[in-house]
């Protein structure tokens, strides 16, 4: 069983930064993918990256450049540093990882790109 905690979300100001933060807690080994999803107003819950623990990374090709997933083993948390943030990157922002073949989402972090 994982139970996964985000933390980092807020309110900032269009070409600000955020970063976001999801720890993983639980009897677990090793995580086989770990990934951030957001769901922006009135739209679908879309991935925007995730890495392996080998730690190959894929990102949605809006926030190539902009965004960079990262995780640190040891800790069984992954982050997604967000720079450059556009009043577009609005959502609430999911951490999700894949152990033992099976889906852990977290609650859900607000994210919101505003003047």
């Known amino acids: 069983q994982v139970q996964l905690v985000e933390s980092g979300g807020g309110l900032v100001q269009p070409g600000g930064s955020l970063r976001l933060s999801c720890a993983a807690s639980?009897?677990?080994?090793?995580?086989?993918?770990m990934g951030w999803y957001r769901q922006p107003p009135g739209k679908q819950r879309e991935l925007v990256a995730h890495?392996?623990?080998?730690?190959?990374?894929n990102y949605t090709d809006s926030v190539k450049g902009r965004f960079t997933i990262s995780r640190d083993n040891a800790k069984n948390t992954v982050y997604l540093q967000m720079n450059s943030l556009k009043p577009e990157d609005t959502a609430v922002y999911y951490c999700?990882?894949?152990?033992?073949?099976?889906?852990?989402w977290g609650q859900g972090t607000q994210v919101t790109v505003s003047s």
């Open positions: 890495i392996t623990s080998g730690g190959t990374t």
């Open positions: 639980g009897s677990i080994s090793i995580i086989s993918v």
């Open positions: 999700n990882v894949l152990w033992r073949g099976k889906g852990y």
